[in-house]
């Protein structure tokens, strides 16, 4: 038998080397081509912000933290305005700011290369209040980015009292209640609504239901059934969450065509195909065809029976995702037509406007504010919700409850026997499961909060906007806010 040379052997060595180091190349500079992609904004241009209710305070930003300052006022929320510059090893590392109080660690990400004003969500050291005193020292430590040294300002907010509030929770489909605010909801005199039945988008059930109209049956109802059992997860019993059955991305249509009867891809027409399920009294009795008009009336109607002095609802101007918009459309129409005006508008953000990787980061670090660029003040208030451990757990059982949250199935029911095509099936479940959890599992809520009666000026500033997020920006110009060119966010 000939043997191999030992000159061969090298260049065979040599070789691989080169295949594996050129391939390593290609999907690391492909990785980094999408990440970039994913951004509409200069990510060296400031985000602009003006927080008209807040408890404003001057500290001086040293380079290993600062000194807490002297604070009368009662807070839950706390702000820091930064100067941010990534170095040159956030082109490899996701930049972060390690916050470190007597031990009580947390991070904020930001964007790779990242340059200019962003803000520290610093509420979590709320938790330590009462031995938060003038003077205490939070220290922070810059990975891959450091900050300016100068007197900046420490914004403290103070929002009521949610344990003493009726709670309404507005989800577009479901799983965004769980997702933005299962905290938040959590063992409260709350109400869930969930406006469509989700039957749309990605296919996750193709491989159980090959025709079209007969899987989107299955998943809006799967869905449906979601909607109104997982929240009893936080305390929420099934008579308290509502699924009005609309269908999944058909908002902005029938927004549009006020007139016109919207129709499933389940190939219906009729709302009792998914409305059917609910247990709830407060579902409205009476069938409807899927119109506009129809989904304020119905949202009126409840209301009226609840009266919540609290809304938790999709912020229309910083969540780019249609049925996300004009479910708070229809909320504010609902508001204008019941007279409601005392309480909150509780606003989150899922599918953020300008960067579909906010937020930034990893699970369990904190929820930064979103890239932002008005001065006009269309909220008064922020409003970040800690979850306590044992919350925080509830809400990763909610949301893997959530078929919506799962990853899609890809083997035919006869392949589920073969070994290595199932162990290739969960690999790929769980790493699907994991980017889901990068984005969403956070020890921290965020909400833009505004009173109730400001919800007809908020419709308008949305419809002049063109259904397009803030542009107005001294910092920033309108190639930077390319908003147009972000694709719709599959639900």
Known sequence: MNQIKPKKKLTYFIGCLFILAFTTCFFYVRAEIRYYSEFSYNLHSDYVYSFPQSFAVQIKLERDGFNWPKTEKPWDTAILKIAVRSDWSSILFKPFIEINYRGNISRQYFEKTAKGIRYLNLSRLFKSAQSLTSGSKITLRGHSVSWEQFTTELYLFKNVDLSKEKILVIAPHPDDAEIAAFGLYDNKDAYIVTITAG???KPRFKRFYQDKKEHAFFQGWIRTWDSITVPFWGGIPPERCINLGYFDGTLKTMFEKPLEKMVSVAGTSDLRTFRKYNLSDLTPKEASDAKWSNLVDDLSRILTQINPSVIVTPNPLTDAHPDHQFSTIALYEALQKTGITKGA??????????????????????????????????????????????????KLFALDDMHGFRSIYFLKLSEYNNLILTIIQSAYLQWKTVLQARKY????????????EKAAFLREEFLKSSFNPLKESNDVDEKSLNVSALKKTEE
């Open 199 to 201: 039957e749309d988008g």
């Open 345 to 394: 508008l509780y606003l989150y953000t899922i599918h953020d406007s300008f960067s579909s990787r906010w937020p930034f980061g990893h699970a369990f670090s904190l929820v930064s504010l979103p890239p932002y660029f008005s001065k006009m003040p269309l909220f008064d208030k922020i409003y970040s919700h800690h979850l306590n451990e044992n919350t925080f757990i509830r």
């Open 441 to 452: 599992l956070r020890f921290d809520e965020l909400f833009f909060v505004s009173p109730m």
